[in-house]
């Protein structure tokens, strides 16, 4: 076979899988049929109405159409863990730096007391240069270049979804870098590369709009579609977790200002509100003047950043402790009554809260610093018990009586949030018929699925609360992102929402599409050569057919030495 016709028909079978797994690559969203869910429930009705949003025109999408839309649609990321420096082996050992000892020893600029011993020390240096420098460099370039395809690889994830599946509000849910251990200027690295690579485009949340818990609150933007309000599809609402700032007891006044710094307050609050149009519905709204009576409020989404690195004890800053919980009473003290409608507290942390092991991945566990250390809280898989309650009985209000305000039922809500890259999704509830005593029952903790297969949302005397733990969006994890939608029911005057995941996969695919992509390229280029010197009546395949005899012959006739040599040693051993 000519060369021409091998790169040919080579070219056959690589440009269809090379074009193959880049369209499925960069359409990955389209091809699970991935979609922000809508109240109808219909997966493909939601993927027909994202559809719409990408024609050329989009004078296609109807009224109707925009109206079946979330006006609540949240982009969720969990735990990107960018990595650095840090983790390249010539970045902290420096480049060969066996070769530059046996210099010093072999140049007289280090002692030894013969020079049996500065040949021996020379000797061992050299042997480590083979066994330790060169694999180092080679670790070092693999690292870097794998930091490079990571930064894409998750960029690749983001940019994809986000114009997709067109978000409202989009959320990194803690752990943005490596490690917390990481002096000022590798952290700037970092933050660098998170904002101008892997999540280009996106911006902080202002902080001026980054309140703390407010009375007179201002609105920080309106569900209703408009183009103002666009800007809150690109601003990333950053949680801090331990990679970021430490735990408890790690957690220190500099590394919280350096983080909010780069990525935007550790702890705000935010409300959305969504203008009530209709007039039947706008005559039933609480008003202080003429409808008193009315337990209906604006229909409204309040966004609940909380830092939840320092709720446990023993806390390295006490009072960096004591802004994290007069932000919690904060949000307590200004959150509307428990009978009230209309308002759904949407909290977003890190940490996850309080669950026995088998629920998820994760068991409970704690780890603390020695004495010598301080003695502070050196690592948690999850909140304590009793940080947990300051969410289920504190923000949301729930109870364990039934005689509580509200039947003990609380504000609706939901929490979302990282650490355990495995992911959960996970329910709360207290059985309020358990025991003859409040104080007696315990808050229990069940799988969604579980918890739907038993009944428990909304069944009576027993409040709950759902947690949605992100899976992970690192490669390890399959490249995962989660998509929450929230529409308001008007007839029961409540928020409703729903939830659904898009995974690409791991990072090794992303690798070997473009892995593959360059192969065709340099094939296609060769080719491109070759046909260019047939044209110009070289002869290629006399020049090709040479070569590889040559090489045979090579490889041939050492293969032949090798076993005439081990001939001979055989004879000897007979004589």
Known sequence: MSVVAFLRHGLRLLVPLAVAITVYLYIYPIAQGCAFPIESGSSQ?????????????????????RAKLAPFRLLTFGDPQLEGDTSIPTNYLGTFPHLKQAFRHATFQTRHSSLRERTRKVTHELVDVVFEDIYYLLESCRKRLDHLGNDFYLAHIYRTLHWWSRPTHVTVLGDLVGSQWIDDAEFEKRSNRF?????????????????????????????????????????????????????????????????????????????????????????????????????????????????DMNLDTPANSSALQDETYDFINGVI????????????????????????????????????????????????????????????????????????PNKGYGRPGLMLNGHDHAGCDTYHFINQTNGTSASARQWEVVRW???????????????????????????????????????????????????????????????????????????????????????????????????????????????????????????????
């Open 449 to 575: 699925r579980e918890a739907q297969d038993m009944q428990l949302p909304g069944k009576e005397f027993f409040p709950g609360r759902r947690e949605i733990t992100v899976r992970s969006m690192m490669g390890d994890f399959g490249g995962n992102a989660g998509l929450l939608s929230m529409w308001f029911d008007f007839e029961a005057w409540e928020w409703q929402y729903e939830w659904t995941q898009c995974p690409l996969g791991t990072q090794h695919f992303w690798w070997f599409v473009h892995i593959v992509d360059f192969i065709v390229l340099i094939w296609i280029g060769v080719y491109g050569v070759v046909k260019v010197l047939v044209g110009n009546g070289v002869d290629v395949d006399a020049a090709f057919y040479r070569g590889v005899k040559c090489a045979w012959n090579r490889i041939w006739s050492k293969k032949a030495r090798a076993e005439e040599k081990e001939m001979n040693g055989k004879t000897t051993v007979r004589k």
């Open 333 to 404: 003290s200004t959150s509307s009554d428990v009978e009230s409608k209309g308002t759904f507290t949407l909290i977003l942390t890190h940490i996850p809260m309080y669950k026995p092991a088998g629920v998820c991945v994760d068991p409970p566990f704690f780890d603390f610093h020695s004495k010598q250390e301080g003695g502070g809280l050196k690592e948690q898989n999850q909140l304590s018990k009793d940080a947990s309650k300051g969410f289920l009985e504190g923000i949301w209000g729930m109870a364990a009586r039934k005689g509580a």
């Open 45 to 65: 009705d939601a993927f027909d109405l994202t559809k719409k949003l990408h024609w050329l025109s989009t004078s296609s999408i109807t009224e109707q159409d």
């Open 195 to 307: 904002w101008n690579r892997t999540f280009k485009g996106g911006v902080r949340v202002p902080d001026e709009l980054a309140q703390k818990p407010l009375e007179g609150y201002t609105v920080a933007g309106y569900l209703d579609g408009s183009k103002e309000e666009e800007i809150w599809a690109k601003r990333l609402l950053n949680v801090a977790g331990n990679h970021d700032i430490g735990y408890a007891g790690d957690l220190t006044e500099a590394r919280l200002e350096r983080f909010e710094k780069a990525f935007g307050k550790a702890s705000y609050d935010l409300h959305f509100q969504l203008p009530v149009t209709d007039p039947d519905h706008k005559a039933t709204v609480f008003d202080p003047s003429t409808n008193t009576d009315s337990s209906h409020q604006i229909p409204e989404i309040r966004v609940v950043v909380i830092n």
